[in-house]
């Protein structure tokens, strides 16, 4: 008689699959939770993160630190004052505006003063003009400042004694009005002494401590050698334009003074422009009208 053999039962594979489903379904909901629970709130030192300083900030710290230092003057034997401001500013040229470029290149900071404007003539061409715009300051009685080269002090002797003896300041404009900025201090320093001895022997007044360059350039390293010469750089606020618009009319002068004019403003004229002394009488006569009070540049602070 034949026996059968008993089969084994079959597992059922269902159950394996539902619990492995099971198992991972789990580790996905854990796994999403671990990213959508709340954190604990990250905790920062804020000494770390200090706020950076603005560009005029930092400039102005820069000045206030600068070490300060004696050169000596020639002409006078004394020492004169100077500050070792830092010379790389790297700025972009968006961050330079008026304030900072007048740190960057250490223009005059004259305080302005309600109601006074000076009114400054640069002499270094032509002298034709300037008796007439010595009679209607005479007239008007207005002092203003003159920057007068050296070679031209030389050249126009009587003229000169003339500014300097009817009251007006005298400034230097350097000696034979070149392009200086690029020279080395050194030939920098000795033309602007140049012309103080020279504009000495014609007027008997030292044009120390105001000094403008040549073509109004605004650059660090003839700004450095001016002060280490002894003087302060003198820019201005308004152009009159007398020098840059070729055969500029008088009314264009006046009506482009006026209209910008406004106090502690420094006006730019030139003594060889035959348009600004035609222009002159009107001007004094509006800014009187208009409460205004033409003085020099050393008079242009609040303390005179």
């Known amino acids: 008689m034949k026996h059968s053999r008993k089969r084994p039962p079959k597992k059922d594979s269902n159950h394996f699959v539902a619990f492995f489903a099971t198992i991972a379904s789990i580790a996905v909901v854990l796994w999403v939770f671990s990213f959508t629970a709340p954190q604990p709130p990250l905790k920062i030192d804020k000494t770390a993160y200090k706020s950076k300083p603005s560009i ?35 700025l972009h040229k968006s961050q330079v505006n008026d304030q900072t470029r007048s740190l960057m290149l250490d223009e005059p900071a004259l305080k302005k003063s309600a109601g006074k404007v000076a009114l400054t003539f640069d002499a270094g061409a032509s002298a034709e003009p300037t008796l007439d715009i010595l009679e209607s300051l005479r007239k008007n009685n207005v002092k203003a400042t003159f920057f007068l080269t050296g070679k031209w002090a030389l050249q126009n002797r009587k003229i000169a004694k003339i500014i300097s003896d009817e009251g007006h300041e005298i400034g230097n404009h350097s000696h034979s009005h070149t392009h200086l900025e690029d020279l080395p201090q050194e030939e920098i320093i000795e033309d602007i002494r140049n012309a103080e001895v020279a504009i000495y ?17 605004r650059n660090r390293n003839l700004f450095d050698a001016a002060r280490q010469a002894g003087y302060e750089v003198v820019m201005w606020d308004i152009d009159s334009w007398d020098s840059v618009k070729k055969d500029i009319s008088c009314e264009e002068i006046t009506v482009r003074v006026i209209s910008k004019i406004k ?23 509006k ?18």
């Open 56 to 90: 005029t900030q930092t400039l102005k710290q820069s000045s206030k630190t600068a070490k300060r230092v004696s050169i000596p003057n020639k002409s006078s034997g004394a020492n004169s004052s100077l500050e070792d401001i830092p010379t790389k500013l790297h």
């Open 287 to 304: 800014l009187k009208e208009m409460g205004f009070h033409p003085v020099k540049v050393s008079e242009l602070r609040p303390s005179s």
């Open 201 to 217: 022997e014609s007027t008997g007044q030292k044009p120390a401590p105001f000094f403008r360059p040549p073509f109004g350039v």
């Open 263 to 285: 106090d502690g403003d420094i006006v730019l004229f030139h003594c060889g422009s035959r348009a600004t002394a035609d222009a002159l009488p009107s001007i004094l006569l």
